[in-house]
């Protein structure tokens, strides 16, 4: 079966860490850039960071910049996303996307190639 999975989610303190991963099963994700988003109360889903297939560049949202890093190990067919000083606003579901074309960062999931099911995030004290 295609499907990318996310893992590495849970709950952490402020200030805390969490790396999440998007692991791709059935395919090779060296061929894809891939992004990072999560749910926003209200206002739908938000993109947070996107690594093209090469790893060569990333974009990170203005919200996480800083904070927030995006990397693959295509060996592993793994894209990362690393979060550092986490946040209570930084509680979310968060997703991956994949895509031949584009590099994952608006809009809905259904628009790429592929996308996971999501990992929850929780940051509270």
């Known amino acids: 079966q295609l499907q990318l999975v996310e893992s590495g989610g849970g709950w952490a303190q402020p200030g805390g860490s969490l790396r999440l991963a998007c692991t791709a099963s059935g395919f090779s994700i060296d061929r894809y850039a891939v992004g990072w988003f999560r749910q926003v109360p209200g206002k739908g889903l938000a993109g947070l960071a996107c690594?093209?297939?090469?790893?060569?560049?990333?974009d990170y949202a203005l919200p996480v910049t800083g904070r927030f890093t995006i990397s693959r190990d295509n060996a592993k067919n793994t894209v990362y996303l690393q979060m550092n000083n986490l946040g209570p606003e930084d509680t979310s579901i968060y997703y991956c996307a994949a895509d031949k074309t584009f590099c994952p960062h608006t809009g809905d999931l259904e628009e790429y190639d592929y996308y996971g099911q999501g990992t929850q995030v929780t940051v509270s004290s």
């Open positions: 690594i093209t297939s090469s790893g060569a560049a990333t």
